[in-house]
């Protein structure tokens, strides 16, 4: 990460802290997830997010107490940016020079051009349905650290 995403790293692990895993009416720490895409970067900006060991009661035997570990990592390659095939890490000017015809096919419809030997958009739509359906199997807040590509609708509490 460069040194401004150092900084906003920082500033997400305190935001992660007070608004995520703090319950905000109680103070009391709560159980929350974080999920990151594969890609190192995305590593890097949550690398600063603390992992923290809570103990919560069971919700049906106050007796049970269980050990829960908030905020571990867990990457997942569904959250992985759209991959530009041949054209992966090149510019949008590099591709309009070397790949006239594909940059021109992109412009005609974002969403549906596939990239050669890569993803369309709607390529990355259906690889996020397994991803929206692990997120409604759980209740607690989920911090999703990702790309542009790939943002998912989020609610505070």
């Known amino acids: 990460l460069s040194h401004h995403g150092q900084n ?13 895993m703090t319950d905000t009416d109680t103070k009391h720490p709560r159980p929350a997830r974080l999920w990151t ?13 603390p992992k923290q060991t809570i103990v919560i009661k069971d919700e049906n035997d106050a007796a049970l107490e269980l050990q829960w570990t908030s ?9 992985d940016e759209l991959f530009a095939g041949v054209c992966d890490g090149m510019t949008y000017e590099e591709i309009e020079k070397h790949y006239p015809e594909e940059f021109a096919r992109r412009n005609i419809d974002k ?3 596939r990239y050669p030997r890569g993803e369309s958009y709607l390529d990355v739509i259906a690889r996020l349905e397994p991803i ?26």
């Open 71 to 79: 905020m571990k990592p867990r990457a997942w390659h569904h959250l």
């Open 111 to 113: 969403l549906a051009y």
């Open 8 to 20: 906003y790293a920082k500033q997400l692990a305190a935001f992660a802290q007070e608004r995520i």
């Open 37 to 49: 895409s594969t890609m190192r970067r995305t590593k890097e900006t949550a690398q600063y997010i």
């Open 132 to 157: 929206i359906i692990e997120m409604e199997r759980h209740r607690e807040p989920l911090l999703i650290v990702g790309h542009q590509a790939c943002a998912l609708p989020s609610s505070l509490p």
